[in-house]
């Protein structure tokens, strides 16, 4: 009977069990302005960053979707209030409250040329300092999606609310990060039976380097030597593993190991690979000493 009654008076003086913090952020994405460009491309470019930021923090970051404002507070205001910026504290109180979020995701993309310009920033509801900000300039329209991809993840490294903090990082402003272009690999080498092959990236998903083969062990190329200038468009995702490129090459193979010297020494190659991480798997068509050859294929591919 004691031990009962001491048993209710411990419990009785237990600290309530707290339910745990919904630990989540709220933001409104109401549209990309666009300069220069198709109004529909700025908006599919919003949208891709919204899903790009909630994706990466695991949905605790919540974006009320460029469509989702329209409904909110109506079209023609939804585009009045593109403009906001964040010196005008007053326009981003109504946006904001009429959402019910904590800050705003706006940006542009301007096109100068052939070249395009991006900013996206997050400003608070309150105003004041961007809670994170990128730009990038100097990009051609297939890097726009790399760059989202970089950039949301620096701005969900530094916005996700479930995220551990890091020293200092609390209330400071996000820097901008590195462009995309300058984060990707700039050096490939890719090892295979057909040779060795060397690439330097351009920009982007352009490649260009050379394939030099003493003989090649691929059927039926045997001691068939050759030098080509290669050409691959060759895409690199950021925290992606699989991964392909399609390539060509031209240059000299054959004559000089082959004894029949009044065949032509012109050498062209075109192929397609796709694979996990370093380990590709590959298809070519290789035209030398006159006649096409289809060579299945492994090969390393080594990017840094």
């Known amino acids: 009977m004691v031990s009962a009654i001491l048993a209710c008076a411990l419990i009785a003086a237990a600290p309530p069990v707290q339910a745990p913090e919904k630990r989540e952020l709220k933001l409104g994405a109401p549209g990309f302005d666009a300069v220069d460009i198709d109004p529909k491309k700025a908006e599919f470019l919003n949208n891709f960053f919204a899903e790009q930021l909630s994706m990466r923090t695991d949905k605790r970051v919540r974006i009320v979707t460029q469509s989702e404002v329209a409904a909110l507070i109506g079209l023609e205001r939804q585009k009045q209030l593109l403009g906001c910026s964040e010196d005008s504290a007053e326009c981003l109180a109504e946006i904001t409250g009429a959402l019910g979020v904590e800050g705003l995701i706006v940006g542009n993309v301007a096109k100068f040329g052939d070249t395009y310009a991006i900013t996206v920033r997050v400003l608070p509801a309150g105003g004041g300092q961007p809670m994170a900000s990128a730009s990038g300039t100097g990009m051609r329209e297939e890097q726009l999606l790399d760059w989202i991809r970089n950039t949301s993840v620096d701005f969900a490294r530094k916005l996700d609310p479930g995220a551990p903090k890091q020293d200092g990082a609390s209330g400071a402003q996000a820097q901008t990060p590195v462009a995309a272009d300058e984060a990707l690999p700039r050096n490939g080498i890719w090892l295979s039976g ?18 030099a083969t003493a003989f090649a062990v691929a059927m039926p190329l045997d001691f068939n030597a050759h030098l080509l200038a290669m050409a691959r468009h060759h895409p690199i995702r950021p925290g992606e593993a699989w991964n392909y490129s399609i390539y060509a090459g031209i240059g000299l193979g054959g004559s000089w190991l082959d004894p029949d010297l009044d065949r032509s020494p012109l050498t062209i190659a075109v192929g397609a690979e796709g694979g996990y991480k370093a380990l590709r798997l590959s298809v070519e068509a290789l035209w030398t000493r006159e006649e096409v050859h289809i060579v299945p294929g492994i090969s390393v591919a080594l990017t840094f």
């Open 194 to 211: 057909l040779g060795v092959e060397y690439n330097r990236r351009l920009r982007g998903s352009s490649w260009v380097g050379v394939r």
